[in-house]
């Protein structure tokens, strides 16, 4: 269970009514949790940093184990609930992850969800008052079964499609292992800049130095308090995201493109190590996070808002970090939303966009030039697929293969071809890893 003992009273009404329309903008709408929460965060005054912190926590909870919650209440339910109760099925998710998974007290959970349901004026969400009472309460004498049931199959937690993909890529054990680390939160990683010690900022931070370039700390508050931040000594990044520079080699003083770059955590490793970087994204949104993380850490590249398909370097390339856009459902640990708006369709679609930009980028690369390629999906046909394809139609491409030990992490993570793939479990009882996949090809001519 979450500790959450001082986060339990009326007073935050408030934040769980804000907590319904996240959560509701989210599963009805496919809108991402982060953006749905900075919004709700900018536009409600009335939220304080410990609302926030609530709000927060009960979003990603309920999020993270909604497949389970779901089940919880379904069979907590004399009738089911159809699809036009989707507003009642998110106050009671809300009410079962405070008393499952957040150490709410009983009647804190009830109370503020029943009495939120009997204030919404939204059509028959009123009508359902006695009955969400009546199923949170049922959930209340039935917790130990519920929990018991829930920590017993990890693999529940993730939604069919992408539960039967798994099972079929990876096994029912690492699918098991890969759900079971994304029941929790994930800790928080950063990337040392180079020149800095990460055993040091591990003894400053409080943290444990990993892969040798990497701190990971199992808590966090503001980040932007923590020793070395404003200095720009550190970066967050996920270890598994720091991976595809560091497989790049020594860039001092080379002509490096940084593909679908925003919001530039590997940017910044490859113009901390004296690259001359051309950071490219579609997004002038997200460039804008990027700036912003450049100006805070003193490092440069040239910023460039553009479509890769609209693009074209003025001159052939020493090396490339293509990082295409992807599913995500590597970086589930960290964001449970990734699920939503997710269509299998999807999936194939974005792998043919995938094999596009891997073919263009790959033609502006100077021969002996390096190429990376990765995406933070755990899907093969964005990784895998992809890579063999077109290393079959390109006689000019090969594989650099990856040697375990350039990455420095006890985990199985390079392929029988050479590539690497990390998944969410590895690293677990730290707290795991995202999921990525990374391919080194080379040009010879
Ligand atoms: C996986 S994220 C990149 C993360 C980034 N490399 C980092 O380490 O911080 C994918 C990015 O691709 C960008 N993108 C998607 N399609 C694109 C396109 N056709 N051209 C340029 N950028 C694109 C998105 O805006 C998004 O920022």
Same mark, same amino acid.
């Given at each position: 269970?979450?500790?959450?003992?001082?986060?339990?009273?009326?007073?935050?009404?408030?934040?769980?009514?804000?907590?319904?329309?996240?959560?509701?903008?989210?599963?009805?709408?496919?809108?991402?949790?982060? #953006?749905?929460?900075?919004?709700?965060?900018?536009?409600?005054?009335?939220?304080?940093?410990?609302?926030?912190?609530?709000?927060?926590?009960?979003?990603?909870? *309920?999020?993270?184990?909604?497949?389970?919650?779901?089940?919880?209440?379904?069979?907590?339910?004399?009738?089911?609930?159809?699809?036009?109760?989707?507003?009642?099925?998110? #106050?009671?998710?809300?009410?079962?992850?405070?008393?499952?998974?957040?150490?709410?007290? $009983?009647?804190?959970?009830?109370?503020?969800?029943?009495?939120?349901?009997?204030?919404?004026?939204?059509?028959?969400?009123?009508?359902?008052? $006695?009955?969400?009472?009546?199923?949170?309460?049922?959930?209340?004498?039935?917790?130990?079964?519920?929990?018991?049931?829930?920590?017993?199959?990890?693999?529940?937690?993730?939604?069919?499609?992408?539960?039967?993909?798994?099972?079929?890529?990876?096994?029912?054990?690492?699918?098991?292992?890969?759900?079971?680390?994304?029941?929790? /939160?994930?800790?928080?990683?950063?990337?040392?800049?180079?020149? /800095?010690?990460?055993?040091?900022?591990?003894?400053?931070?409080?943290?444990?130095?990993?892969?040798?370039?990497?701190?990971?700390?199992?808590?966090?508050?503001?980040?932007?308090?923590?020793?070395?931040?404003?200095?720009?000594?550190?970066?967050?990044?996920?270890?598994?995201?720091?991976?595809?520079?560091?497989?790049?080699? $020594?860039?001092?003083?080379?002509?490096?493109?940084?593909?679908?770059?925003?919001?530039?955590?590997?940017?910044?490793?490859?113009?901390?190590?004296?690259?001359?970087?051309?950071?490219?994204?579609?997004?002038?949104? =997200?460039?804008?996070?990027?700036?912003?993380?450049?100006? =805070?850490?003193?490092?440069?590249?040239?910023?460039?808002?553009?479509?890769?398909?609209?693009?074209?370097?003025?001159?052939?390339?020493?090396?490339?970090?293509?990082?295409?856009?992807?599913?995500?459902?590597?970086?589930?640990?960290?964001?449970?939303?990734?699920?939503?708006?997710?269509?299998?369709?999807?999936?194939?679609?974005?792998?043919?966009?995938?094999?596009?930009?891997?073919?263009?980028?790959?033609?502006?690369?100077?021969?002996?030039?390096?190429?990376? #390629?990765?995406?933070?999906?755990?899907?093969? /046909?964005?990784?895998?697929?992809?890579?063999?394809?077109?290393?079959?139609?390109?006689?000019?491409?090969?594989?650099?293969?990856?040697?375990?030990?350039?990455?420095?992490?006890?985990?199985?993570?390079? *392929?029988?071809?050479?590539?690497?793939?990390?998944?969410?479990? #590895?690293?677990?009882?730290?707290?795991?890893?995202?999921?990525?996949?990374?391919?080194?090809?080379?040009? *010879?001519?």
């Amino acid at each position: 269970m979450i500790g959450c003992a001082t986060m339990t009273n009326l007073a935050h009404l408030h934040a769980r009514n804000a907590a319904l329309n996240v959560l509701t903008l989210i599963t009805s709408e496919g809108q991402p949790m982060d #953006y749905a929460l900075e919004q709700a965060f900018k536009n409600d005054q009335k939220l304080d940093a410990r609302d926030k912190a609530f709000l927060r926590q009960l979003v990603t909870t *309920t999020l993270r184990r909604l497949q389970l919650i779901d089940w919880a209440l379904d069979r907590a339910m004399k009738n089911p609930l159809g699809k036009k109760d989707a507003r009642t099925r998110n #106050y009671l998710r809300l009410g079962a992850a405070q008393l499952l998974f957040m150490g709410v007290e $009983n009647f804190a959970a009830v109370d503020t969800t029943v009495t939120m349901i009997a204030r919404d004026r939204h059509r028959g969400v009123q009508a359902k008052k $006695n009955m969400a009472n009546a199923v949170l309460r049922r959930i209340i004498r039935e917790q130990d079964q519920i929990v018991a049931k829930i920590e017993s199959f990890p693999l529940g937690h993730l939604p069919k499609w992408l539960r039967n993909r798994w099972l079929a890529t990876y096994g029912e054990e690492v699918a098991s292992a890969i759900a079971r680390v994304q029941m929790n /939160e994930p800790p928080l990683d950063l990337t040392i800049r180079p020149g /800095e010690s990460a055993d040091e900022w591990a003894k400053k931070l409080g943290g444990q130095a990993i892969g040798g370039a990497t701190v990971r700390l199992q808590k966090t508050g503001d980040i932007r308090k923590l020793e070395g931040f404003k200095e720009g000594k550190w970066w967050v990044q996920d270890i598994a995201a720091s991976l595809p520079v560091r497989l790049m080699g $020594n860039l001092a003083g080379l002509n490096v493109a940084d593909l679908c770059a925003a919001p530039g955590g590997k940017t910044m490793q490859m113009a901390a190590m004296g690259a001359k970087v051309i950071a490219l994204d579609r997004s002038s949104h =997200r460039l804008k996070r990027l700036g912003e993380n450049l100006g =805070r850490t003193g490092l440069e590249a040239t910023i460039i808002a553009k479509d890769v398909f609209k693009w074209t370097p003025d001159a052939p390339l020493d090396a490339i970090l293509l990082d295409a856009p992807c599913s995500a459902t590597g970086t589930m640990r960290r964001s449970p939303d990734v699920p939503f708006g997710k269509t299998l369709r999807q999936i194939g679609e974005l792998a043919e966009i995938q094999e596009k930009m891997l073919a263009r980028a790959f033609d502006w690369l100077r021969p002996g030039g390096t190429l990376v #390629y990765c995406t933070c999906s755990l899907e093969p /046909e964005e990784g895998e697929m992809p890579v063999a394809k077109f290393l079959e139609d390109n006689k000019s491409a090969t594989r650099l293969p990856v040697r375990a030990d350039e990455i420095g992490i006890d985990a199985p993570m390079i *392929t029988n071809a050479g590539d690497v793939r990390t998944l969410p479990c #590895y690293l677990g009882p730290m707290g795991g890893m995202d999921g990525f996949f990374i391919a080194r090809l080379s040009k *010879t001519n």
